[in-house]
């Protein structure tokens, strides 16, 4: 998955893909890379992880507005890999992130973060 993902990723690079479709394919890396991460934990996939928060953090203080609520959210996954967070700090940010999603128009990922939420809550 992690050679389909970086291949991906160096095909876009050489089209020269636009800022729009640069922001969701860090998203969508940065919630393949966590998905990963979770079952395999390998470091690689920590490095992905970290890069793709890196570049929607570049885009976001570039001025798009769209990608908040998505670096929210790998925010929030972030969080909860780490063991000392606390369930109310974890809770607060992935509210935010599905606040800012919905505010954006992207119900979808809204929903998608709803969903993980919910699995980080029963856990």
């Known amino acids: 998955a992690l050679g389909?993902?970086?291949g991906r990723?160096?095909?876009?690079r050489r089209l020269g893909?636009?800022?729009?479709s640069n922001q969701f394919m860090a998203f969508l890396d940065g919630l393949v890379s966590f998905g990963l991460l979770r079952k395999k934990k390998?470091?690689?996939?920590?490095r992905l992880a970290n890069q793709s928060i890196a570049t929607l953090t570049r885009i976001s203080a570039a001025g798009s507005i769209n990608c908040v609520g998505?670096?929210?959210f790998l925010k929030a996954e972030q969080l909860t890999l780490r063991r000392v967070a606390p369930m109310h700090s974890v809770k607060a940010c992935y509210d935010k992130a599905i606040a800012q999603l919905y505010r954006?128009?992207?119900?979808h990922?809204?929903?998608?973060?709803?969903e993980r939420a919910g699995e980080y809550m029963i856990q």
């Open 4 to 6: 389909r993902v970086l």
């Open 70 to 72: 998505m670096l929210q």
């Open 109 to 114: 990922y809204c929903a998608l973060a709803s």
């Open 42 to 46: 390998c470091r690689k996939f920590l």
């Open 17 to 20: 893909g636009s800022h729009v």
């Open 104 to 107: 954006s128009g992207f119900i």
């Open 9 to 12: 990723r160096k095909a876009y």
